[in-house]
């Protein structure tokens, strides 16, 4: 899909934000994928683009076409969509070269009637997102002279929908390997690929409790790229090898194995303020308005002056829907008789999740959610007319 290197810096980024963004909630959702390519952009000198280079893993002669490609990639996904906007001030000289490098319908004109911009910039974020996400997620003042914003949508539908009942979401299949045990540094970590339409992917993950799900999402990167040992469902030990999972012989007339899957679907909307995280991002010397970073961009001297994201994901019996926007604000610088093998996996209470293309393991978004189960009503779930008739 992306260069691998691109890729792995991405992913990177996710472990960073994960270890960061869960501190302080306990729900939240997060695309650093939707933040990369705008850090990629910002073509910097002194202090703020090596601190730029250390954050997006690029040197910033290669940044911008890195952006590019990626940029480029993931439109070309089905069912995943991104968009870069671009406004500033006439009174703004951009350089040739930069402004060129970006899409030809992606540059707009900041009038400084604070007013109309916001509800120009609020109309794009709209626009590019699906309508999931109305307002762009910094403020507009006076002084910004530059807005840089990027948009990415990710739509797909299971190959194989869930089963709902009672606000739970319920699946079978004989594919026992769509469930692994990652032994993750944090313990063990209980893995679900849940297959889509497109090439993406979602990976439910349950850690062991108390552990924080910054480790957990952490985990379930490493696991894409087999960083740590994993057991299939289908070679899972019987009793409970992992959280959520147990393993059990249970009566069978056809001996076939197959797993039970529970979840609940769910809804996480976040915002983010980057600059809480500003040296995560390589934004802290980029904020410095006594003086211009970014020369590659424009001869005015130009300062990070604010830096956010929203992002709202949606899972669901048939598929899951997210969409992240990403802006920068610049300001100006002053300067039976047989038996069959079950397994059953529960991912349920606090689980993290990613958002992932399947062939390059590229991290679209990543989220942590408390997927309880609701209460009991009386008509419960009969779990012996489970079977194992599907394969996604």
């Not at 994928?33 to 990629?40: K, R």
Request: charged residues 20%; glycine residues 14%; aromatic residues 6%.
């Amino acid at each position: 899909m992306g260069d691998a290197r691109t890729v792995r810096a991405v992913n990177a980024l996710t472990v960073g934000w994960a270890g960061r963004a869960l501190r302080q909630s306990e729900e939240t959702v997060f695309s650093a994928a939707g933040v990369w390519p705008l850090l990629a952009l910002l073509a910097a000198d002194g202090a703020a683009r090596d601190e730029l280079e250390r954050a997006t893993g690029v040197d910033t002669g290669e940044a911008a076409g890195a952006a590019g490609r990626l940029l480029a990639r993931l439109d070309a996904l089905p069912g995943v969509a991104s968009a870069i906007g671009l406004w500033s001030k006439a009174t703004v000289p951009l350089e040739p070269g930069w402004a060129g490098a970006l899409p030809p319908a992606a540059h707009g004109v900041l009038s400084g009637d604070v007013a109309a911009d916001r509800a120009a910039l609020d109309a794009w974020a709209d626009k590019r997102s699906g309508g999931l996400v109305p307002r762009l997620p910094i403020l507009l003042r006076e002084g910004t002279e530059l807005v840089l914003a990027g948009a990415l949508t990710v739509r797909t539908n299971w190959l194989r929908p869930f089963d709902e009942h009672g606000g739970v979401l319920y699946r079978t299949s004989a594919l026992l390997d769509r469930v692994e045990v990652v032994e993750a540094p944090c313990g063990r970590v209980t893995v679900l690929k849940v297959l889509g339409t497109g090439g993406i992917d979602v990976h439910l993950l349950r850690g062991e409790a108390g552990v924080p799900g910054g480790e957990v999402l952490a985990a379930g990167v490493g696991a894409l790229r087999r960083a740590y040992p994993a057991v299939p469902g289908d070679r899972l030990s019987y009793g409970e090898p992992g959280p959520g999972v147990t393993v059990s012989r249970v009566p069978s007339s056809d001996r076939r194995p197959y797993l039970s899957v529970t979840t609940v679907p769910f809804e996480v909307t976040a915002q983010h303020d980057l600059l809480d995280h500003a040296g995560l991002f390589g934004l802290t010397a980029a904020t410095d308005d006594s003086r211009g970073h970014f020369p590659g961009i424009s001869g005015e001297p130009l300062a990070v002056g604010a830096a956010g994201q929203t992002v709202t994901a949606a899972f669901s019996a048939l598929g899951y829907r997210s969409a992240a926007v990403t802006a920068f604000g610049v300001a100006a610088g002053s300067v039976p008789a047989s038996t069959a093998r079950r397994v059953r996996a529960e991912f349920t209470g606090p689980i993290g999740f990613l958002t992932v293309h399947r062939t390059s393991w590229l991290v679209l978004n990543a989220g942590w959610v408390d997927a309880r189960l609701p209460e009991e009503d009386g008509d419960g779930w009969d779990e012996s007319d489970d079977g194992a008739d599907g394969t996604a």
